[in-house]
């Protein structure tokens, strides 16, 4: 995946996320959108794309050995990053 800052960072939707203007800078937010959740399904078809045209696919950069574990839901079982999971309280 790409890194939280990234387009379709999210591991749970497919909202690739808007840039906004920041002080001198700029920053990437995730609006509440009404966007598609991943499923596993959709993220194998993503990494299986990106390994074919070694660029990311809707945040997907490869594939992982953890696809080939029996019921490995990836949507479900990969936490947050640190910023979001622990610093802001969700985890």
Same mark, same amino acid.
């Given at each position: 995946?790409?890194?939280?800052?990234?387009?379709?960072?999210?591991?749970?939707?497919?909202?690739?996320?808007? =840039?906004? !203007?920041?002080? *001198?800078?700029?920053?990437?937010?995730?609006?509440?959108?009404? %966007?598609?959740?991943?499923? $596993?399904? $959709? &993220?194998?078809?993503? %990494?299986?794309? %990106?390994?074919?045209? $070694?660029?990311? =696919? *809707?945040?997907? !950069? $490869?594939?992982? =050995?953890?696809?080939? &574990?029996?019921?490995?839901?990836?949507?479900?079982?990969?936490?947050?990053?640190?910023?979001?999971? =622990?610093?802001?309280?969700?985890?």
């Amino acid at each position: 995946m790409v890194p939280h800052n990234g387009e379709y960072a999210c591991l749970t939707c497919d909202n690739p996320g808007k =840039v906004f !203007k920041q002080g *001198k800078g700029h920053c990437r937010a995730l609006p509440l959108l009404k %966007a598609p959740t991943r499923t $596993s399904s $959709s &993220i194998l078809l993503n %990494a299986e794309e %990106a390994l074919k045209t $070694s660029k990311h =696919v *809707k945040g997907v !950069k $490869s594939s992982s =050995v953890l696809f080939d &574990i029996d019921n490995f839901e990836p949507e479900k079982t990969l936490d947050p990053e640190y910023m979001h999971g =622990v610093l802001l309280g969700t985890t």
